[in-house]
């Protein structure tokens, strides 16, 4: 053996023996002095009956082990009181130990604890130094009764029977902050009667835990509210809502909770309760992170109840019988940022009993939704606690159903897309509320809104907007393609709709005047058709008249049909009509106005300006009023019932009805009419104005032949005192060109034999003098070819509607026919004489009143001749006038 080699050998003898020695010596010391030393140089006393430690391996073996805090009021350090029946600890940190008073440890056994720890005083956090921490890797609790008390001696977390195995276990007060007190790896637990108190709110109670395989039970799991919500409200004025859970059962697989993490897998909750109180207090906005993540893999919530109820104690939301089912839930910083704050894969959620509350009560028999479809039974919506200014709804439905493309949060904003949606059987009533103009409104959370095709079926619908109800019976509609989006800029959002089709039988309207009904309507984006209409009147012409402040029309009419064929968009922001051919068949209308209530002083522009103020391009190429009868009375305070206009068989044919908003189109309007004017002549017209022409310049000209003067006696008997006796108009014709402020044209009218009576104001008895007078200034023939005479400066009163114009200008050329081109001269005349006879008529009078009530001798013989030569001037003769 070479000499080296020796020497190395007896060297390492020599510390081999040197060791051997030195584990020995330091053995028996740790035997007889440990409890001293941890006494001297930690905080703690410790006790014990038997103690074997194996140096090499830093095993350590301890029985009868009492523990007490050196000081149980030092709030820094980790208080321990107690005792352990058997203690074993593998792999001992001897050095940290001594040189750095730290108790750590790969492996801990605790059979038959019953110990009381007060968590130590959070750590400074402006140092990020730790306050004696006791570290173990791995420990492992049998039938241990553990309490653990915050550095305030409140109870934080206590329990019985404790069997526990947990990997890498980390339990310090800067977890307790961050909601997770514990943290480990893996784990195998035990226990009863748990409590956990995370703060001064809520205390966490549970009557028993066992796992098995790594599946956890927990049996009757409460979160309880230490405050009344009364006090809540009182002690936490910023805190927004106060809970309250209860699970009679629970099972879980795989809880892992780690740092900021908790996760776990195949969670069942059976019967649980969950109660939410509402403060009314909007939670203030943080810009902290939250340093937190929950990841769950297939959660089941079954038979589960849940409550929300508002401030004042009402409920809010309600559900009996909930199932939900979810795969893959995930909260994290991302999702925390979205609408929903939950990301899942996958999820199945029924309820029965479902109630919301608000202004409006909604209940549901029973609602299932799934990521791709949903059904919704028996829903019932109706009015809750009223709103100022908010709408209502007391409606029923007996189903409603959809199917799901996609539906998900992106940056906060909406993206969904439904394949369909089904609503039937819809019945009630639907009130507005007061549209409230928003200034600069948003998109709100709508990305985009999608849906290919949605159906309402067998629905009898009231819309009730101001006290007048819209009512839909019988209603079924489809629209295909709705979709809803943010408009170009930002402000509000834009409707489109690619095709939608109505029907509705018997359809009402009703305003404060009128009701509007008909047998049957149909709609969709190229065709409308109403059978049936009706515009009845709700009043008697007296109420109307006693009702409206100033002049206006009360309508009665009939249609039988209307057709409109073309295209029009009216949900869009591009809103636009395009008829090709509307058709009106046989209407029966009746315009009734009364001249007693006051003159409207509103200005009435001509309709060139009222289709130029329409905001959307309109077209219609052509409107058809076909086998129609219109009727048009009129009475004023002199009157002695209405006069009346009676146009039968009415024909009207409109071309281009246009608004002038669709560039390059032509905006002439041509109005042809053809009817039987007082069911007795022929009368045609022709009526065009430019729409585009701001001068709402307009020509008007017409035809009628053959009218037997009688024919016009019912409109002008009752307020003129006036009727034909004889005669015929043969032919009038019109030529009228006018504006705004006025016409002018030609107007000719051939006639024969033309006499009239005047009346007095009961339109019965004949007024013989005013009737020669009258007729003495008529021409009763026209002639074989009579001149046109000219309309000239009609002005209008822009007060007054168009046809008042029109009626003024025909006027003029009666006058100028029947009279004399000196229309004003002759007037003159004619109230001369009128005026005469009335003097007369008076004077005679006052002779009867004198003669019977004074019963005198006649006058001297001078009185009445200067009477006798007062009627001679008058008459040009002697013969006493009548008295009528």
């Known amino acids: 053996m070479k000499k080296w080699v020796k020497k190395l050998l007896i060297s390492l003898g020599i510390l081999l023996l040197i060791l051997l020695a030195a584990n020995f010596g330091l053995n028996i010391w740790l035997k007889t002095q440990l409890p001293d030393y941890i006494k001297k140089n930690t905080d703690y006393k410790v006790s014990y009956k038997t103690l074997d430690v194996d140096l090499g391996s830093g095993n350590i073996f301890a029985a009868g082990i009492t523990v007490n805090s050196k000081d149980p009021q030092n709030i820094n350090v980790i208080g321990l009181q107690g005792t352990i029946d058997t203690l074993k600890i593998s792999r001992f940190g001897i050095y940290d130990a001594i040189f750095n008073k730290r108790i750590s440890s790969s492996d801990l056994l ?3 604890p019953n110990l009381n720890i007060s968590l130590a005083k959070p750590r400074d956090r402006k140092t990020g130094k730790k306050k004696n921490p006791v570290l173990f890797e791995n420990i492992r609790i049998h039938r241990g009764t553990i309490n653990i008390f915050k550095h305030t001696k409140q109870k934080f977390l206590s329990v019985q029977e404790l069997d526990l195995f947990v990997e890498n276990l980390q339990m310090t007060e800067e977890s307790v902050e961050d909601r997770l007190p514990i943290v480990f790896d893996r784990y195998d637990i035990k226990g009863k009667s ?15 835990i066992t796992t098995s395989d790594g ?19 009182r002690f936490y004025p910023q805190k927004s809502k106060l809970f309250e859970f209860s699970i009679p059962k629970m099972d879980f697989k795989d809880i892992v909770l780690a740092k900021n993490k908790i996760s776990l897998t195949n969670a069942d909750f059976q019967n649980p309760v969950f109660k ?39 409920r809010l939301i309600s559900a009996n019988t909930l199932n939900l089912k979810i795969n893959q839930l995930k909260f994290d910083k991302v999702t925390a940022e979205e609408v929903i704050p939950v990301g899942y894969k996958d999820f199945q959620f029924s309820a029965r009993d479902i109630h919301y509350s608000n202004h409006q009560d909604f209940m549901a028999e029973s609602i299932a ?32 159903a959809f199917n799901i493309n996609k539906l998900e949060f992106f940056k906060k904003k909406l993206n969904l897309d439904l394949k369909d949606v089904l609503v039937e059987n819809v019945s009630g009533t639907i009130k507005a509320g007061v549209n409230k103009p928003k200034k600069n409104p948003g998109p709100g959370l709508i990305n985009s809104v999608i849906v290919r095709k949605m159906s309402l079926k067998n629905s009898n619908i009231i819309y009730d907007k101001g006290k007048q109800p819209l009512a839909f019976h019988d209603l079924n509609a489809t629209v295909n393609t709705l979709e809803i989006g943010p408009n170009s800029n930002n402000q509000g959002l834009s409707f489109k709709v690619k095709d939608y089709f109505l029907t509705t039988r018997n359809f009402a309207y009703r305003t404060p005047f009128y009701n509007l009904s008909a047998g049957l309507l149909k709609l969709n984006k190229n065709k409308i058709q109403v059978n049936n209409f009706v515009m009845k009147p709700l009043v008697s012409r007296a109420q109307f008249i006693k009702m409206i402040p100033v002049e206006r029309d009360l309508y009665d009419i009939k249609v039988s049909q209307i057709n409109a064929d073309g295209t029009w968009d009216l949900f869009s922001n591009n809103k636009s009509i395009h008829a090709s051919h509307v058709t009106v068949l046989a209407a029966d209308a009746n315009i009734f106005r009364s001249k007693i209530p006051n003159d409207d002083p509103k200005v009435k522009p001509l309709y060139s300006k009222l289709l130029r103020s329409i905001k959307i391009p309109m077209t219609v190429n052509n409107l058809d009023l076909k086998n129609s009868v219109l009727v048009y009375e009129e009475d004023t305070p002199e009157s002695a019932g209405p006069g009346k206009l009676t146009f039968g068989n009415f024909n009207m044919n409109v071309k281009n009805l246009n608004s002038a908003k669709a560039k390059g189109k032509s ?35 017409g035809k009628t032949a053959n009218l037997p003067a009688s024919g016009i006696n019912p409109f002008i008997r009752p307020y003129l005192h006036v009727t034909a006796t004889a005669g015929t108009i043969q032919e009038m014709l019109f030529n009228f060109k006018g504006n705004p402020a006025g016409l002018h044209g030609t107007f000719n009218l051939k006639h024969k034999d033309l006499k009239i009576a005047v009346l007095n104001k009961n339109n019965h008895e004949k007024k013989g003098v005013l009737t020669a007078v009258a007729n003495l200034f008529i021409r009763s023939d026209s ?15 822009p007060t007054k509607s168009f046809f008042n114009l029109f009626w003024k200008g025909i006027e003029q050329g009666l006058k100028k026919t ?67």
């Not at 002639?783 to 209008?796: M, Q, S």
């Open 818 to 884: 029947l009279i004399g081109k000196n229309v004003e001269k002759t007037e003159k005349t004619v109230k001369k004489a009128v005026s005469s006879v009335k003097e007369v008529k008076q004077t005679v009078k006052e002779i009867k009143q004198d003669i019977k009530s004074k019963k005198q001798e006649p006058k001297p013989e001078e009185e009445k001749k200067e009477k006798k030569g007062f009627l001679k001037n008058v008459f040009g003769k002697k013969e006493k006038p009548e008295t009528e």
């Open 369 to 400: 939704v799934n990521p791709k479809s949903g059904e919704i039974r028996n829903v019932t919506v109706s009015p809750g606690a009223p709103e100022s200014g908010k709408g209502s709804m007391d409606l029923k439905t007996g189903h409603i």
């Open 194 to 208: 748990f409590f956990f108190r995370p703060d001064n709110v809520y205390a966490i109670t549970i009557n028993t």
């Open 783 to 797: 002639g074989k070819f009579p001149e046109a005479v000219a309309v000239e400066n009609v002005e209008r009163d």
């Open 276 to 314: 939410v109180y509402n403060a009314g207090v909007k939670p203030k906005k943080t810009d902290k992170k939250l340093n937190f993540e929950l990841n769950l893999e297939n959660i089941k919530f079954n038979n589960a109840a849940v409550l929300v109820t508002q401030p004042n104690g009402s």
């Open 667 to 701: 905006t002439k309007v041509d109005i042809k009419i053809n009817c039987s004017f007082m069911n007795q002549a022929p009368l045609s017209v022709n009526w065009s104005f430019d729409v585009a022409d701001h001068n709402d310049n307009f020509a008007i000209s």
């Open 110 to 112: 605790l059979a038959n």
């Open 215 to 233: 599946q956890m039970s927990v049996g009757n799991f409460r979160l309880t509210p230490l405050l009344s919500f009364d006090q809540f409200k």
